[in-house]
Antibody, heavy 117, light 112 residues
Framework: QVKLLQSGAELVKPGASVKLSCKTS????????MSWLKQVPGPSIEWIGW????????NYNQKFKGKATLTVDKSSSTAYMDLSSLTSEDAAVYFC??????????WGQGVMVTVSS | DIVMTQAPLSVSVTPGESASISCRSS???????????VYWYLQKPGKSPQLLIY???NLASGVPDRFSGSGSETDFTLKISRVEAEDVGIYYC?????????FGSGTKLEIK
């Protein structure tokens, strides 16, 4: 059974950074592509980027370059996303998802990031 | 960027009737390999999005066959036959042809 379990809600101060995690199970993580997406009320979904767990290769949405950094830990089958220099524009729900030619076929439960002093 | 435009913004459907949702892309999503890289997702209230249709017309695993996808190179339709109460939520189309991957703004389906 495929599972993507994301870390809990975050309250962060403006200018700070946060690291979100996505622990996976039920599939071969090391040969998978993992992606991160942002959802704000509206609603709308934005794709942030993907990372290939095999070699750590990444592909970012230009909009999020410098804002998001994707990494993986193959030993724990976990994907991570660092968000830096947070502002109110970064307040959103962030999802991790597995991506392949079938689309975003499995999603985490989402994590809310609140930016406030 | 490829812009995905959905219509209508919302739709209200009587249980047992059909519903159609449209999605238009600003660029052809037909790749030279013959695959059309459009996908459909449903986000039920309070839940994560779930994959319904991949590559324009293929039903994702576990999705009822009441759902179907069709279209051309730039115009796509998701059809839901015999709508049930569990189908409520926001439907999104998305494209995987080129970066940045993009989504439509969503269509909310409600039950009358």
């Amino acid at each position: 059974q495929v599972k993507l379990l994301q870390s809990g809600a975050e309250l962060v101060k403006p200018g700070a950074s946060v690291k979100l995690s996505c622990k996976t199970s039920g599939f071969t993580f090391s040969t998978s592509y993992m992606s991160w997406l942002k959802q704000v009320p509206g609603p709308s979904i934005e794709w942030i980027g993907w990372i290939y767990a095999g070699d750590g290769g990444t592909n970012y949405n230009q909009k999020f370059k410098g804002k998001a950094t994707l990494t993986v830990d193959k030993s724990s089958s976990t994907a991570y996303m660092d968000l830096s220099s947070l502002t109110s524009e970064d307040a959103a729900v962030y999802f991790c998802a597995r991506i392949n030619n079938y689309g975003f076929d499995y999603w985490g439960q989402g994590v809310m990031v609140t930016v406030s002093s | 960027d490829i812009v995905m435009t959905q219509a209508p913004l919302s739709v209200s459907v009587t249980p047992g009737e059909s519903a159609s949702i449209s999605c238009r892309s600003s660029k052809s999503l037909l790749h030279s390999n013959g695959i059309t890289y459009v996908y459909w997702y449903l986000q039920k209230p309070g839940k994560s999005p779930q994959l319904l249709i991949y590559r324009m017309s293929n039903l994702a695993s576990g999705v009822p066959d009441r759902f179907s996808g069709s279209g051309s190179e730039t115009d796509f339709t998701l059809k839901i036959s015999r709508v049930e109460a569990e189908d409520v939520g926001i439907y999104y189309c998305g494209q995987l042809l080129e970066n940045p991957l993009t989504f439509g703004s969503g269509t909310k389906l409600e039950i009358k």
